[in-house]
C-alpha cells in the first residue's frame, strides 16, 4: 500500500496548456509538500499545507495554485505552462508540529516534460 | 547564502572506502536534521536522522555540531550499492503549526570497483 501517491508519474504536454498533478498521501500525516527538482537536481520546496492550511508559499509564480480539499489530499495546478516549468515535481508529507524528528515521506515523483 | 549549503561532488572512490560528506546551515532555529539518499530518477528516502550527540547505523555515521551549524555524514567500508545522492535536510518548525524542510543540493556519490 503506497503511503504517497502521487499521479500522473509522466505528463507531456504543449506550452500553453493547464494541468494539474494530484497528491493522497495515506499516513494520516498533517501536513504535505509540494517540492520541484530542476534539471540541476535542486529540491525546492514550492508549498506547504498543515492541516488543509497554506503555511508556505515560496516564490512560486501565480500560474501554480495548490489545493488540499482535505489534509490527506495536496493537488497542484498549474496555468499557461512554460518551458521552464519542465521539472519533476514531488509531493511529500510528514507528521506536524510537535512531532521531533518529523521524516518526510516522498511521493514518485511527477516527470513533467512541456513542448 | 543558501539554507543549506552542500558540496556537489561527485566523489568518486573505490569500493571498501572510507567517505566523508560535509553540510552546513543558516538558520540557528532548525531543530532536527536529516540525511536522505536519492538514486536516479526516484524519490528521496530517509537515510537516517542526525540526533546532537551523534549516531550510528552500520556503516553510516551522523554527526551535528549546532554551534557550527554543522553537520556531516561518515559512510565506512563502501559498497557499489551506496552510489547515489545525499540529502542534507534541515527542519524548521513553523509557528501556527507545520514543518519547512529545506534540501541541500546534494552530493553525488559513485562508489567504483
Keep these: 500500500d503506497t503511503a504517497v501517491s502521487q499521479t500522473p508519474k509522466y505528463l507531456v504536454t504543449q506550452m500553453g496548456n493547464d494541468k494539474s498533478i494530484k497528491c493522497?498521501?495515506?499516513?494520516?500525516?498533517?501536513?504535505?509538500?509540494?517540492?520541484?527538482?530542476?534539471?540541476?537536481k535542486f529540491l525546492k520546496i514550492m508549498f506547504s499545507y498543515n492541516n488543509?492550511?497554506?503555511?508556505?508559499?515560496?516564490?512560486?509564480?501565480?500560474?501554480?495554485?495548490?489545493?488540499?480539499?482535505?489534509?490527506?489530499?495536496?493537488n497542484l495546478h498549474i496555468n499557461s505552462l512554460e518551458l521552464g516549468d519542465s521539472a519533476v515535481y514531488f509531493c511529500a508529507s510528514s507528521q506536524g508540529r510537535g512531532v521531533p524528528n518529523t521524516e518526510a515521506f516522498f511521493g514518485q515523483g511527477t516527470r513533467l516534460t512541456v513542448v | 547564502r543558501k539554507e543549506v549549503e552542500q558540496d556537489p561532488g561527485p566523489f568518486n572512490v573505490p569500493e571498501?572506502?572510507?567517505?566523508?560528506?560535509?553540510?552546513?546551515?543558516?538558520?540557528?532555529?532548525?531543530?532536527?536534521?536529516?540525511?536522505?539518499?536519492?538514486?536516479c530518477r526516484k524519490e528521496p528516502k530517509l537515510l537516517m536522522s542526525v540526533y546532537s550527540s551523534g549516531?550510528?547505523?552500520?556503516?553510516?555515521?551522523?554527526?551535528?555540531?549546532?554551534?557550527?551549524?554543522?553537520?556531516s555524514l561518515l559512510i565506512r567500508d563502501s559498497k557499489l550499492s551506496d552510489s547515489a545522492t545525499y540529502l542534507c535536510v534541515v527542519n524548521i518548525p513553523l509557528t501556527g503549526g507545520g514543518n519547512k524542510l529545506t534540501f541541500g543540493t546534494g552530493t553525488q556519490l559513485k562508489v567504483e570497483l
Design chain 1, 24 to 40: 493522497e498521501q495515506n499516513l494520516g500525516h498533517d501536513t504535505m509538500y509540494w517540492y520541484k527538482q530542476d534539471s540541476k
Design chain 2, 16 to 39: 571498501g572506502a572510507t567517505v566523508a560528506f560535509n553540510c552546513t546551515y543558516s538558520n540557528s532555529a532548525s531543530q532536527s536534521f536529516f540525511w536522505y539518499r536519492q538514486d
Design chain 1, 52 to 74: 488543509k492550511e497554506l503555511i508556505i508559499n515560496e516564490t512560486v509564480p501565480n500560474r501554480f495554485s495548490p489545493k488540499s480539499p482535505d489534509k490527506a489530499h495536496l
Design chain 2, 55 to 71: 549516531n550510528e547505523d552500520g556503516r553510516f555515521t551522523a554527526q551535528l555540531n549546532r554551534a557550527s551549524q554543522y553537520i
